[in-house]
């Protein structure tokens, strides 16, 4: 059977505003320090559709720009936003809303609210909003594992980037996928992770160590600190897996 291609081009997301010709997303602001240079949080904020903070995110937001970026939503169980943080963006005019349920986290709670948004608009599914979700690795093991999984639930409804200022990472579903990279700011280093999964056959290309039909099964080999070497990656696995890069913002 004929393999599905995806092409993933996260750069495009870094083209000024005027030039942005990417995939309409949403930018879900996590609770963890926001550590761009501010020029690229600036396009990345500016090229969103919607900006959503989880909880405490909004206080991230606040710290780091005291209140020059306004979200259209803050959402979660609010136990971690600071009360002044909450006054501050009601007043101008972020919609807050609280969600008390305690078996997803504050994340996935801004990807339903983005859901809801898309049912109400008629989105059509081959439109749905990429999501770009920043501050998505950090202190929190179980935070970092938890955003991941996420990915694995979502892979049939739309696409997910996680980000923090230092990686990039999304999941490959089953298929042959085309990474156009722009290495000024991706890599060198990258790696395919088999989370979730028994073992995964890959194949790659512009990979310093590329594999061809090769198991890779955690606890036997995974293909960690490997190097960029093209412009565009190709892999094609047979289950989905995860794909990290480093990012390097000068
Ligand atoms: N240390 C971390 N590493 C990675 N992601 C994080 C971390 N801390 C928070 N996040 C992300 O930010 C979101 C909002 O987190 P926040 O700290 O405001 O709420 P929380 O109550 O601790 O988390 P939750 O209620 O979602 O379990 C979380 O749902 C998670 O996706
Ligand atoms: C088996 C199981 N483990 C943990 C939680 C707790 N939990 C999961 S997500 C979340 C965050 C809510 O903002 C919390 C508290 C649960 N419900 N079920």
């Not at 970092?144 to 996680?162: A, F, G, P, Q, V």
């Not at 722009?182 to 073992?199: M, S």
Request: with cysteine; charged share 25%.
């Amino acid at each position: 059977m004929e393999l599905v291609t995806f092409n993933w081009n996260f750069t495009e997301f870094l083209s000024k505003k005027d030039h942005f010709k990417g995939s309409p997303y949403i930018l879900i602001i996590l609770n963890q320090p926001i550590q761009y240079p501010n020029n690229i949080f600036h396009t990345l904020w500016e090229n969103a559709y919607l900006r959503i903070c989880a909880d405490g995110g909004a206080n991230q937001l606040y710290d780091k720009f005291e209140g020059k970026y306004i979200p259209n939503y803050i959402r979660g169980d609010l136990d971690s936003l600071r009360d002044d943080v909450h006054q501050f963006f009601f007043l101008k005019g972020t919609e807050v809303q609280h969600v008390s349920e305690q078996d997803s986290t504050d994340f996935m709670k801004c990807i339903d609210l983005i859901s809801i948004k898309e049912e109400k608009e008629e989105v059509e599914n081959s439109s749905k909003y990429n999501v770009l979700a920043i501050g998505a690795f950090g202190g929190r093991f179980d935070q970092t594992m938890s955003n991941i999984h996420y990915l694995y639930k979502l892979k049939d409804e739309r696409k997910i980037y996680l980000l923090s200022d230092k990686n990039m990472t999304f999941l490959l579903d089953k298929g042959k996928h085309n990474i156009f990279c722009d290495r000024e700011i991706e890599g060198p280093a990258c790696g395919i992770l088999p989370i979730g999964v028994q073992r995964a056959i890959l194949t790659t290309t512009g990979l310093k160590w590329n594999m061809t039909n090769v198991t890779t099964s955690f606890g036997v080999m995974i293909s960690t600190s490997n190097i960029l070497i093209n412009d565009v990656i190709t892999i094609e696995t047979d289950v989905p897996v995860i794909w990290t890069v480093e990012l390097q913002f000068k």
